[in-house]
Every structure is written in structure tokens, then in C-alpha cells.
């Protein structure tokens, strides 16, 4: 299930080579940030961020020509490397591709991208996606895996040689690993790569990627952090004209919204004043774009807060990901869960969920859902931990499986019309009433014989909250019969050795 259980290597290998020890069932959520490559004092990601700078001006010369089908396909567009189990598919390793629509993105945005005013010290691709919509860190992640991935194939060559057997591994034709500037064409190497086979039957390689160029939170260089820094970004204006006319436009709007305010006899709010000056900086934006470059340049000052920020990510992604999930295998299987591969989807379904229930409530299993006393379990979360619960199974599990009536969380069948729907949701989620309406769809959409529903909850009024939401529906008699109540409470599980 784990690259050092699939590939018999101690993990701690992994760990001193400074690497994922990824699940290779599912992807794990973490993410490349190329600014982590850029502040590195190694010298090897100082050539990285230099090459994948020059490919980036190789793409502003290209993009001064008319846009064609064949130039994007060739230079700007990006098949996804699923090989390094980076990402948030919750069924093997495939997302989806950067795809037409970005690589027309990157096309039009790429002289940004590359232009600094003479502000930044450098150049950085990320500078482009302040310009997408939402915050695109698989997308930053996608494009600059696919820029560094003939290090990544040495990175995991090297490892391979010195710790996996030989039976594991095989010679693969890489595609795309380097770019020729001479023929003006992305480069194939062969690599030796550790492999599994997928479910076709075809070997596929897996790449290791080093830990200390991951994320799992926001990219650092984004534009909600730009937007919440904005009075710093301000600050750090050399030119005084242009630090007057921005400070002057904010503080006209905000003037106005408390002249308003003060016409209406109430009281200006500072939550109001904030999300106006956050407007005010964003129209700002648009007539004087060198203030990205001011905020790229404070972003490459603060290095040492964003190697601080990466490595907590990393521990607290790790723990909460990996080691959790390591340890819920665990007691999956001295629990010595008894198999009936005689059972339909939904008899099976319950039995499993039955038992993840039996987990995390009396095996201590809820623990991996906290982190110094925080909870930090989201939806995903418990998605993943019981994802990967699922094997040793002939049952197929799709999760995210849309069936033109939206996605479902889970389907686990046998076949066609031996189907079943599984949904999870937080007691505290705002759309806990809105699960009964959904499941009924998704069941006539999939053919599926019925659904389970388990509702977690980690604090008393969380399952209050959750018991009416169910009575409100109506379905208080499908409690622990198809509605499960899944406890996760830290505050009402004493010790054995305390408990009376």
C-alpha cells in the first residue's frame, strides 16, 4: 500500500533521503512549490529554477506569434505526471490534465509571468497564476513537475539503485524529461524506475519527490495572500507617487463607507472596511500591475518563513495523512477483519463501515484525527483513511464517481446492478440536511440497491446538531440500520484503566 511496504525499503530510508513515503492506492495532498526550489541553497534546485525560467522565455518568444493548435500543444499545453502520487485523487493516481484552456492561459499571461519592473530578483512562474481564477496550486504543482521531471527520475534513479531490489525495477522510456533548444522539442531519457503494475496490466513507474519542495496549503506566491498583505505590499512602494495614489484611492473608499454609514447613524465595521480596502487594492491591481512585482519581491524575502511554513505542512500533512493512515491499517488487520467475498456491495459496504466505526471509536483510532489536541480530520481526510481500508477486496471502490447527477463520495460494487452508495459528511457541514435529497439521485442514477450515510462528530453539540438534522428529515429509524453517528469525540473516551 505504501511505496517501503510495495518495495520492501525501511521507511526511515525514505525519511533520511528526504522523501514521501507515498500510498500507492491513492494521492496523497501535497504539492510542488516552485518558490521552495527558488529559495533552496542547493545548487541543483538553483539550476532547476533557472532552467524552468528559461523555458518560460523560450515560451514568451513563441507566444509573439499568432496563437495555433499546434503551437499549444507542442510548447504550452502539459499532460499531468500522476507517476509521483501527488495531488487529490482519492482512486488511484489520474487527475486531469492542465488541458487547452490553460495552456491558452499561459499564452496569453506569459509576458507577465516573466516581467519584473526591475523589482523581483528573479522571474517565477507562479507570477502568472495571480492572474487565475481560484487558487491553482495543482495546477503551479502539475506545471512544474512536468519542467523538473528528469530531475525527479534521477532523484528516484539514484535511490533505486542503492535500496530496491532489482525485480522492482525496470528500464523505462521516459517522455518529456528535458527540453532541446536546438530542435526546439521536449527530450525522452531512459531511467532506471521502481514500478507497479496498474490495473490493465502494464508497468507503470513511480517517481519520489524530495519533501523540502512540498506544500500541502496555498502555493506561497497567491493571490489571497497578496490581497491579505496589501498594507505591506503598500508599504514597501519605493515610488513615492505611486504609494500616494494607491493609499489615496483606498482611503477614498473607505471615507465614502463611513460617510455612508454615519448618514445611516450606524457604526462603521471593521470586518466592512477591510473587505473594502481589499476591493479598493484589487482595482489598484488592474491600472498599475508593477504592484504584483512589489509583492514577488517581499515573497522572495521571506524565505525563512516560508521554509518554516513548508516543513509545519509537511509534519502536520505527514501525521495527519500517512502515520494516521499507517496506524488505521494497523489495527484493520489485527483486528483480523473476516472476508465474504459472497456478500452484495451493500452487505459489504455496511460490514466495512461498521468496522471503520468500531476503529475509531473504541481502538483509539480517533487520535489520528487530532493533532495536538486540534482536530484537523476534514471530509478528505476521513475519505482517505477509509479509502484505503479497501483492499484485499475483489469489490470495486470509485470514489468521486459522477454519474451525470453530480459526485458521489463512494460507490462500491460488483457489477452493474450490484451497486452501493456510501456518503460521508461532518456533523458541523452546512449541507448535513442536503445528504438525503442527494443520495436518493445518485442511487437512480447508478442503479444502486441503497446508500449508507455516516456523520462524524467531535463534540456533544456537534451530535446533537446531527440527531435533529436526521429527525428533521424524517429518518431517525435509519439510525445504525443505514445512518451511521460516528463518534470522534477526544473529551468522553477515558482510559480502561480509568474507566468505572
Known amino acids: 500500500m505504501y511505496f517501503s511496504e510495495y518495495f520492501e525499503v525501511e521507511p526511515e530510508l525514505l525519511q533520511s533521503y528526504g522523501t514521501v ?28 529554477h533557472r532552467s524552468i525560467i528559461r523555458y518560460f522565455h523560450f515560451l514568451y518568444e513563441k507566444s509573439k506569434d499568432n496563437q495555433s493548435d499546434g503551437a499549444l500543444g507542442a510548447w504550452f499545453r502539459f499532460s499531468e505526471v500522476p507517476n509521483n502520487w501527488l495531488g487529490y485523487s482519492l482512486s488511484g493516481n489520474k487527475g486531469l490534465a492542465l488541458g487547452r484552456d490553460y495552456a491558452e492561459f499561459l499564452f ?67 517522455e518529456r524529461t528535458s527540453f532541446s533548444y536546438t530542435t526546439e522539442s521536449f527530450v525522452s531519457s531512459t531511467f532506471h524506475l521502481p514500478f507497479i503494475v496498474d490495473a490493465k496490466g502494464n508497468l507503470e513507474f513511480v517517481l519520489l519527490t524530495p519533501k523540502d519542495i512540498l506544500r500541502s496549503d496555498e502555493p506561497s506566491i497567491n493571490r489571497n495572500h497578496m490581497l491579505k498583505n496589501h498594507e505591506r505590499i503598500r508599504r514597501s512602494i519605493e515610488n513615492d507617487e505611486l504609494r500616494a495614489v494607491v493609499n489615496n484611492y483606498m482611503a477614498k473608499a473607505v471615507h465614502k463607507y463611513e460617510e455612508e454609514q454615519k448618514r445611516q447613524r ?11 480596502e481589499k476591493s479598493a487594492f484589487e482595482d489598484m491591481l488592474v491600472q498599475y500591475p508593477v504592484l504584483y512585482d512589489y509583492y514577488i519581491a517581499l515573497r522572495e524575502e521571506d524565505t525563512d518563513e516560508i521554509r518554516s511554513l513548508s516543513n509545519e505542512e509537511f509534519i502536520s500533512q505527514n501525521a495527519r495523512y500517512i502515520e494516521a493512515s499507517k496506524k488505521l491499517i494497523e489495527q ?31 481502538c483509539d483510532g480517533y ?6 489536541g486540534e482536530v484537523v480530520a476534514r471530509e478528505d481526510q476521513l475519505q482517505r483513511f477509509w479509502r484505503l481500508v479497501w483492499y484485499g477486496t475483489s469489490y470495486k471502490l470509485d470514489a468521486e464517481a459522477n454519474n451525470g447527477r453530480g459526485n458521489t463520495d463512494f460507490i462500491i460494487s460488483k457489477g452493474l446492478y450490484n451497486q452501493n452508495i456510501v456518503e460521508f459528511k461532518l456533523a458541523s457541514n452546512t449541507q448535513l440536511p442536503h445528504v438525503f435529497t442527494q443520495v436518493k439521485i445518485y442511487e437512480a442514477a447508478n442503479c444502486a440497491e441503497g446508500s449508507l450515510i455516516a456523520v462524524f462528530f467531535f463534540s456533544e ?26 463518534d470522534c469525540r477526544d473529551d468522553n473516551k477515558p482510559s480502561a484503566s480509568t474507566a468505572r
Do not use: W
Open 266 to 276: 450606524k457604526k462603521p465595521r471593521e470586518r466592512a472596511i477591510k473587505s473594502i
Open 108 to 174: 496569453k499571461n506569459i509576458g507577465f509571468a516573466i516581467e519584473t519592473s526591475g523589482i523581483s530578483k528573479s522571474e517565477h512562474l507562479e507570477k502568472a497564476m495571480l492572474l487565475y481564477p481560484g487558487s491553482g496550486k495543482d495546477k503551479i504543482s502539475d506545471l512544474t513537475v512536468n519542467l523538473i521531471k528528469g530531475y525527479l527520475c534521477r532523484h528516484t534513479e539514484t535511490f533505486a539503485k542503492s535500496h530496491i531490489d532489482e525485480s522492482y525495477c525496470a528500464e523505462f522510456d521516459v
Open 367 to 372: 487520535k489520528s484525527l487530532y493533532i495536538n
Open 21 to 48: 513515503d507515498i500510498p500507492l492506492i491513492c494521492d496523497v495532498p501535497f504539492f510542488v512549490d516552485p518558490m521552495l526550489i527558488f529559495n533552496s541553497d542547493k545548487p541543483e534546485y538553483q539550476e532547476l
Open 332 to 362: 484493520f488487520n489485527q483486528g483480523a477483519y473476516a472476508y465474504d467475498e459472497s456478500l452484495s456491495a451493500a452487505e459489504e459496504a455496511k460490514r466495512r463501515l461498521l468496522f471503520f466505526k468500531h476503529e475509531l471509536e473504541d
Open 461 to 486: 453539540q456537534e451530535e446533537k446538531r446531527a440527531r435533529a438534522v436526521i429527525h428533521a428529515a424524517g429518518y431517525e429509524d435509519y439510525i445504525d440500520a443505514s445512518i451511521f453517528l460516528i
